[in-house]
């Protein structure tokens, strides 16, 4: 808006816009020119970190477009969640490109160095919750943050999830992911004192109803200082983790 | 049968009764005087133990005529559940009844000698979860089961719980109440070397659908040797703690 | 731990207690002696701010009674969630209550001074969902947070929210509070740079099915750094902004 | 009816045919010649525009089977919805067919000129909702209606939308497609002044549960002169916003 | 805007604003002084009609404050729906209200001349669908809508339908309620050739689920031209109806 | 149509008609004039049977209304279903009225003479489904029918319903009532030779879902010759029992 | 029964067996040798018509071993239901079978002279419901029932339905098969005076939910004389129609 | 623990660690350590049964990189589940391997001898339920357990399962499996006088909702002493079957 509405101001201050028609082009002008400034702070990601793409639903020639617009404007770091195998080997020839296969996340220009105030705790209850979990650890440590993982600490076998107190008591935010019936958020949450952020995973079967099972068991949580984000939706805990890891003083 | 169809076989056997009226004197007779009269061993409750009247649904009066009948046949030991205070209050000036009003259950004639195997458990997530964890201690007690109580001891604070190892260990078998997200079954499963009967309860609000949630979490459990009875049905869970306690060598 | 551990540990250095002795102590401390010494600091919450009684469920005599605990034990500030208007009376009687008939909650002792790193914003889509947003504001404040509450502020008017704006953009964290639609925390999310804690109401009819409509619009919003809390959760929405309004450089 | 009925009276005017005969005729003369006789001018759509084929569900040569016969009645443009490629190949090779691959609607004989007394606006709150947006648009185009497109202005970026605002506020009827958080329609319905016909798509994954997160959504919008048809149901958005495109005064 | 944004840049150019302070203040504008003034067209609704309060919730002093504020304005026609016959007495007390108990609709100040292109029909399957029914035509009236009522034609006894066959074939837009079964609009939308707008109601017991059997069945229907509003939202498809029916051609 | 239209069709023979004006005329009947005569003979009951009133949502008057119009009109046997006590003690001032409690059944003219081809068999799971049952048992006597009741006979004790073998190889038609697991229509369907009629009734707690749970079982059911009606729906399973046991041959 | 135990009895009666061990064997004897004799009248359905084998989930191998079974016990007519192109493929080698790809049906030798009291009505909605209708159809012509079908007959469109009406009121009995909204029949239970069997089909998308809101929508009909099978269940319907238009006069 | 923390207590006392060392050791040291001794005994199951590997979502090597590891920590008999082919074909290449196709379970090393209390009954609706039941049967046998079975003795032929009256009444714990409508753990229940621990199964279509509808059933059984398990979970079943069958005194 700077330079367009103050190239009007000036011009009806010469005379040479009148009033009226400034006033037209003022209302005409895109909202985002004047009040949404702002947004754009908003998009303005930390210098040095990831933008992210969400692969899921795009053909690999879609990704590798994406890619080059972000890399010819200067982003060198780039993420891609939901990657499917085929999308990596046709972006692979293109760009370097580390691809975890599990996680289905493909690494451009590799992490930058954390920046949080803190540690990222990621934990899942089972094995199979892991290609979820790799995608928030993935996501956050592509933002700037450090991230622990502790995998397979489920709570139909608490001591193992206890054996991991330390890192539970230390971090900043933790990521905490379970399919099935979604209970290790709710103890996590009951033992830490920082914010939990609970993904339910479709993992399971019979009534675990591709994940409504665990979400419900989450929402449901006695545990403080904990929410939660939408089946398998390991991004959006990556991405809020990293938010929270960097809170700063405002105004 | 024994009786009855001896004397028929009898009968035929001194040519009193005709081959043909036999045969139609046993195609005719009630099923369980014949192949049923196995079922009544099941219902033939060890000697001295409480026979348990489902209280919900029936008037005053109506229990009252049970309660009069079971007792008219020897029956001393009683134990109403789901009993209205309407109804203990009626129940009440005609026999001496022991009634808890946080469980809604009623007792006429005290409780027998515990002669199971070993001790159940009974465990509950949170303070509101105790009425129906009270139904199925109460009816555990009254057929005979030493019954320990472990109450508010939900994940939320999974110390609460791990100080109660003694009495997880040394369980029979144990029953696990609890609602909202519904985990406590699972970790106690994860922790205990002994069957666990899960409980969901209807404690909660929103997204708790009335013990869905707790139900759906507890039925994806991955903790071994669990299962799961109805919402709120401590009744079942206390029922069949019992049978657990007090199995035997067959045959 | 410290003293106890301790004396036990120079009780054995002084061959007052022997190896095993001291072994079987230890192996039977109570969990939160040894590795939980740190779940304490958890609920050792800042200095100077309310302690939250949740009312539900509860008689005015045992709100009293757990009041008079925490008071006997050095609480100033006490927080009732969920207080019936039945419970207000009875303390209003006993202690010097503030009580909020619409949100109902009730407050003793005031509000600390906010020490958080910024402030929060709690928005809410119509009139109807107020109460559930005054709970999460006001436990905000009574754990020591400066909160700004824009309300009536739902996306068939976007651009009531919209001249808002300011409030957006400077504010730490956002509680949003619809119900319905539940589409408010969607398009903050998409105008702010902060966490958002979307927070679905009951309110509605039809198939609003109690908050679940709202519930699962929230749960698949597409903006980033959004999480949700159950339905009505007033509560834990407020806990969790404090919590992230307090995050602080570890270790 | 005006041809039969009006010969059987002549007839028996003239005597030739018995009253008791024609009361019998008339008792069984079909439905269709009696009353029904208007709705046929339902079926009898405006002169020039498209008759839509429902392609889902059967073979191309069944699509080509019902063209010949639609052909040879004299329509000379057809629009074939859920069309599969498969069978855009096989009638390709048969007609000049335009065939839109991702909104899978194929057309012979092109579009007829707008005469609706306004343009529609079709609105998409992500890119894969496009597909459903596309059907609903062509199948307005293909009855005669200017449509004004605007993709990917969901709400988690609302000033993307507002910045398409004179084209909310000049349209005569607004189809809003969204999917996830179904959000879109509403915060449209609440800047336009003109009816929304809202569609949710079953595009998103866990709790979205294939459309009825954004359905739900939509039922429960605050906005007024807003409805929804069903998920992924751009036919029949299409076909009732050219109704409300070409709206008469009667009688 | 005109007047303020007018002044601003009248000020800029007489050189008595620097364009900085200009810029600043256009950034800080409200929103609605600038692109949303076109909104307030929206809610300029036709002179002479009435404005709708929605009852539910409000006390009725809240309800007798609004009106009171609206008469203040110049509204002499307000409309109130879901308002209890409490608020009806109370209100009643102060202006000169026409309540209709059944629908709990109450109406200060008479009805407007209508003014539609054409006539809206109001028809129900049942009798007890009538109170909804009855929002949705009041609502229309109010608004400046002839509406013809056909109640009790639903499907079940399909002839009492027919026999209406002249209403439905001359309506301008078809308001269809129905609970159970929900079939009503369908046979309608199949009779009709105008819009019909599906109101699902919560009449029915068991499986009707509180109105959900019936929308689904109206968001399945096969008939072209149909829409669907929330579970007995008679207001909503009455504003809808009478947008409809007042479409005038746009620029 | 008989009389009216004949008398057209002679008028037109007479040359007292046109037939311009006897085409609009009969274009212009009433659709039960013409096709739909056959319609009544459905609702013509056979000769004696009761008219059945659904009183639910009804007041006392309406009913009684509803009774007067029927009586005068030469109907001497009214059964009313689902009629409250306050009801019953309006009408039973007015009429001689038979009235079941349980089942809020109302009689007035007694029951007729049973004239169907054989018994209907009505059971029950529990003691708590009989008022469902008595809705249907007292429809059916009241239409004609001999009714056998077995109540009490649920699946958890097999041999209570097998004890009836002969009730059930003898009956015509069967109607079975059950509510939690909902298991009885499948057992009796597995035994019987004859239509079955499932009635799911709302009885039970937790995972029964108002019915739902025995819903599902029955229409799951591997039985054949069963069908199912609505939950609590004594009224459907009694009117079709009665349809099936005075089937004849037709023409 | 009658032999072996009448062998057992006459034993006695001669002394060569004592009472006890007769009693033993009594006691053991199996069921179906006591009282479930008339079970197996149940399995004997009427001479010449066909056994129906249910060929989901069987191989081709598996089906054919069964026809081999029943056509070595002196079954001449056997139809396949479900039965996949490889299963039909593999038994047309070995049998003469007439196999009907839509309805995924298969018959040997030929169907059975009608033997029913009337005729079954057929009918569907729409095209996409001839499979399950021809399912039911073609069990009930091989089970002996002469059967008339009216194919695409759906309430959108009803005047097509009503062209049938003598086909409707001359029915036995009717199975009404529809998808969608599945409204066809309670418009049909609403014009005949015969039993209605309504058959949900899968037919549908979106918000069809794969038959639930057609199931719902029968399950809700307030047309009398009707009742629902399972989604698809077309066996089911014709089986039961079958049964109802062989009602016979029975003891 | 003992070893470890013994010596670290004998190196305090002879002061050769500090008691300020002491305690940070203690603190660390890994819960399993101290309090979870016994948690170990829960996984130390009985000399010579089988250890289960669960084989779903593991690849052929994972699965054989876990045999051969329990290989070599001594385990001989090994039980695979959810073991698919690919992989059966894989390990059995490498190990003697008994692969049961149907319920796609593995054994390695054979079964142990039976050392239960008495048998284990596992029973089936149908014999689609086989599959399940043979995972439960397999589970038990590989733990120790006698197991008698008795496939597709549904509900809807009752007096099958009545033929097994002595299975019944002489098993220690039951496992009844059933998909569909779910009754035969009701039946059997009120049959048997031991546990009954109910499997519902995915097997079947349309409102079998994937198992949900003997789901509910098998929860709201009032059959006394049963519990439930998830949907098709055969592994949970025979493993606790197999801990009631092994039940032993206790302390």
Redesign the interface.
């Known amino acids: 808006?700077?330079s367009e509405?103050?190239k009007l101001?000036?011009s009806?201050?010469k005379?040479e816009t009148s009033?009226d028609e400034?006033?037209l082009q003022?209302?005409?002008a895109?909202?985002?020119d004047?009040?949404?400034?702002?947004?754009d702070?908003?998009r303005k990601i930390r210098q040095g970190v990831a933008e992210v793409i969400y692969g899921?639903?795009k053909t690999p020639e879609q990704i590798a477009g994406i890619i080059e617009t972000m890399r010819s404007n200067g982003q060198e770091r780039i993420l891609i969640t939901r990657m499917a195998q085929e999308a990596a080997d046709y972006v692979g020839r293109l760009y370097e490109l580390d691809y975890r296969e599990r996680s289905r996340v493909g690494i451009i220009g590799g992490f930058p160095a954390p920046d949080g105030?803190?540690?990222i705790l990621v934990a899942t209850?089972?094995t199979?919750d892991i290609p979820v979990a790799e995608e928030a650890a993935l996501v956050a440590e592509s933002l700037g943050n450090e991230v622990v993982r502790i995998y397979d600490v489920?709570?139909?076998?608490?001591?193992r999830l206890?054996?991991h107190?330390?890192h539970i008591?230390?971090?900043?935010v933790i990521v905490a992911v379970a399919g099935?019936?979604?209970?290790l958020p709710?103890?996590i949450?009951?033992?830490?004192?920082?914010?939990v952020?609970a993904v339910?995973t479709?993992v399971?079967?019979?009534?675990?109803?591709?994940?409504?099972?665990?979400?419900?068991?989450?929402?449901?949580?006695?545990?403080?200082?904990?929410?939660?984000?939408?089946?398998?939706?390991g991004f959006?805990?990556g991405?809020?983790a990293s938010?929270?890891n960097h809170?700063?003083?405002?105004?």
Chains 1, 2, 3, 4, 5, 6, 7, 8 share one sequence.
Do not use: Q, W
Request: proline letters at 3%; one cysteine or more; charged letters at 10%.
């Open positions: 808006m700077n509405v103050r101001l000036e009806v201050k005379g009033v400034a006033l003022i209302k005409m895109p909202f985002e004047i009040g949404f400034a702002k947004v702070l908003h899921a639903g105030i803190g540690k209850g089972g199979t489920g709570v139909s076998g608490v001591h206890l054996s107190m330390e008591m230390s971090a900043t099935m019936e979604g209970a709710s103890v949450g009951g033992l830490a004192d920082c914010p952020i339910p479709s399971g079967y019979g009534a675990a109803f591709g994940g409504v099972a665990a979400l419900l068991s989450m929402l449901n949580s006695c545990a403080s200082g904990m929410s939660v984000v939408n089946i398998d939706n959006g805990a991405y809020l938010m929270i809170m700063e003083v405002k105004g």
